[in-house]
């Protein structure tokens, strides 16, 4: 049973989207090195009703059906119409995780690339150090294609980048 949905941004998704893209424990995932102020990410969302055609990405907030809570963000980014591909990347809140969540969001945005946008492959680039995100991606049928040495530099040392790809066959 589907205990979670994916939806659009609304407004009302400020202050959780804020809290995400604000965390600067997170900011090493998406490379972020300064903080969003409300107005700019309010307008983000104000905006995030562009097509995935135009605007080459999409995010979507991850709720729970059963009192429609908001617990995280999946998005489709690199989106690239012409070779039918677009990257991946998923967030859950802490509180949430552990609770199967991300593997339905998961098997969800899979379903969407495939049958609806009808891409070709999805890939995903984890720090080799993400444990938790190497065994989603693995047990959603990303295989790793690609290692990438000492690629991101997180203030003390480098850390490797792995490379996932899911084939639509």
């Known amino acids: 049973m589907n205990t979670i949905r994916l939806r659009a ?3 009302a998704d400020l202050d959780f989207l804020s809290d ?3 965390n600067q424990t997170l900011w090493h995932l998406s490379h972020t090195q300064q903080p969003f102020s409300k107005q700019l990410l309010a307008q983000y969302i104000r905006e995030a009703d562009r097509d995935i055609y135009e605007a080459k990405q999409f995010r979507f907030a991850i709720e729970t059906i059963e009192n429609q809570t908001l617990i995280g963000f999946i998005d489709l980014f ?13 967030i859950i809140a ?10 339905i969001a998961l098997k969800t945005i899979i379903e969407y690339a495939f049958k609806i946008l009808y891409l070709h492959q999805i890939y995903a680039n984890i720090s080799i ?3 938790a995100s190497i065994q989603l991606f693995e047990q959603a049928g990303f ?3 690609g290692h990438k040495k000492e690629w991101n530099y997180n203030g003390k040392k480098y850390i490797d980048e792995l490379l996932y790809q899911l084939i639509n066959k």
């Open 9 to 11: 941004l609304e407004p």
């Open 20 to 22: 995400i893209e604000n």
């Open 78 to 90: 690199d989106f690239d119409p012409k070779n039918r591909r677009a990257g991946i990347g998923i």
């Open 94 to 103: 802490e509180k949430y995780r552990q609770h199967g969540y991300g593997r």
């Open 129 to 131: 150090d993400n444990t």
């Open 143 to 145: 295989k790793k294609t």
